[in-house]
């Protein structure tokens, strides 16, 4: 069974700056096209951001795009969410996940709360 654990969220202010990580157990971390969300309390976890397993294809949600980056190694089996520019809406419990077929259970996620 594949294990998500993610961390490295808090609060931080508006403008802020913080580098979530996400380290996943197992060996098919490598194959797998990874991925960012977030839930924010009372809507739906929504897609934050996407890699390919090699790393060289990015994708983002157009709220994020320019603020944030995605990154992996594949060495440590760990992703990683860098989030620049922080505004209050970004609050949210952010997870990470395999994109086209997630892993079951979702890790604990991480809280990020960005004050005003």
């Known amino acids: 069974q594949v294990q998500l654990v993610e961390s490295g969220g808090g609060l931080v202010q508006a403008g802020g700056s913080l580098r979530l990580s996400c380290a996943v157990s197992?060996?098919?971390?490598?194959?797998?096209?990874m991925g960012w969300y977030r839930q924010a309390p009372g809507k739906q976890r929504e897609l934050v951001a996407s890699l390919s397993s090699s790393g060289r294809t990015t994708n983002y949600a157009d709220f994020v795009k320019g603020r944030f980056t995605i990154s992996r190694d594949n060495n440590k089996n760990t992703v990683y969410l860098q989030m620049n520019s922080l505004e209050p809406e970004d609050t949210a419990v952010y997870y990470c996940n395999a994109v086209y077929r997630n892993f079951q259970p979702w890790g604990q996620g991480t809280q990020v709360t960005v004050s005003s």
């Open positions: 197992g060996s098919v971390f490598s194959s797998k096209v």
